[in-house]
């Protein structure tokens, strides 16, 4: 993870926020004792659809399937 602080993200916000789209690795801005982390618009989606799936009973019954080893089919509109 990148990693910078608040006044060197303002100077080079243009090139931080390429670089989080480009290569998807996210930049963690530092201030103070408190942080932001800037992440791509795909992580983003990616992270909302993962807790939407995970939130669903069906979810929770597939990864406990998962973690048992076992096969289930899921019908992924169901998700």
């Known amino acids: 993870m990148v990693t910078t602080t608040i006044s060197g993200f303002r100077k080079s ?11 998807n690795e ?9 942080g932001a982390v800037l992440i791509s618009l795909d992580e983003y989606n990616s ?4 807790a939407s799936i995970l939130s669903s009973q069906v979810g929770q019954d597939v990864l406990e399937a998962a973690r048992n ?7 992924i509109d169901s998700l």
């Open 26 to 34: 996210p930049v963690l801005i530092n201030r103070g004792n408190q």
């Open 69 to 75: 080893q076992e096969f289930v089919e899921v019908d």
């Open 47 to 50: 992270i909302v659809r993962t």
């Open 13 to 23: 916000i243009k090139n931080y926020v390429d670089s989080v789209i480009i290569s």
